[in-house]
């Protein structure tokens, strides 16, 4: 973790309380900052627990379309934000094995949770509950009905994520049951208090920020990384200078260089302006 922002060459910036406000609309300052790191061949690179559906059109507002995207923090990162291309720069999927265990005992002790899962560009949801509505809502995807367990015989099919979504409650005695499974390649984070998400135990946005350094062949020191939650924290110490929001949790604020406004003053577009620019 550095402390200067001179020389950044590299941008990862998360989504969700980050470049989006409390009402989900984009930082309105992003897009005209982000013509200028073009400029400067500067990449600016969205990293989310999104799929690559629920970023692409965010790309296309950003005029970022031909940068990458880490998918699913990291899980999937693809070359560009193009659904016609999809070509990944690298992908780590889950254990199938573990996957059809999960989602067993979810069938079996948690039939109220809402089970997602995540192949490359495709969402699968058993039903269309109003958990799924709700995300449907925030990511302006459609899911795919289908039983989970049932495409889990697809040997071919890889799943990047699970996204298990219920009351606070429910999710918290989901997760002491799952973690005590000590499963042996899944990893287990909320995301929300009421959204457990699962991946590959190697998945994380930090581990997507050494990838794109080296495929960029930047130095770490000269990268630059942005974000509000905990899951942000690994990515925020390894860049060359880590920025957390405003509106982050004070962990993730001290887990950071410096810190910039909020998600709802523009804080990224501001963060880039005045340690990438140097404008402002």
Known sequence: MGTGGSNIKLVMSDID????????????????????????????????A????GMYSLAEELGIRTSPLACYNGALVL??????????????????TEVGVIVDIIK???PEITINLYSGEDWYVDKYTRWAEIEAGITKETPIEKNVQLLML????????????GTPQEIERLQAYCQALKLESSSFYLS???YLEVTHCDVSKERALLELASYYQVDLEETMAIGDNFNDIPMLKLAGLGVSMANAPIEVQEAADIKTFSNNENGVSKALQKYVLGTK
């Not at 989006?20 to 600016?44: C, I, M, N, W, Y």
């Not at 999809?86 to 780590?92: A, K, R």
């Not at 697809?154 to 979504?165: D, F, Q, T, Y």
């Open 17 to 48: 309380g980050t470049i989006l406000d409390s009402a989900h609309r984009v930082d309105d300052g992003l897009k005209e900052t982000l013509e200028h790191l073009k400029e400067q061949k500067v990449p600016f690179i969205l990293a989310s």
């Open 50 to 53: 999104r799929s690559p559906k």
């Open 79 to 96: 070359k560009e934000a193009d659904s016609e291309s999809h070509q990944p720069i690298l992908s780590h999927e889950m254990n199938k």
């Open 108 to 110: 079996d002790r948690f």
């Open 154 to 165: 697809s040997a071919e099919m890889p799943v990047h994520k699970l996204l298990l979504i």
């Open 192 to 194: 929300k208090e009421n």
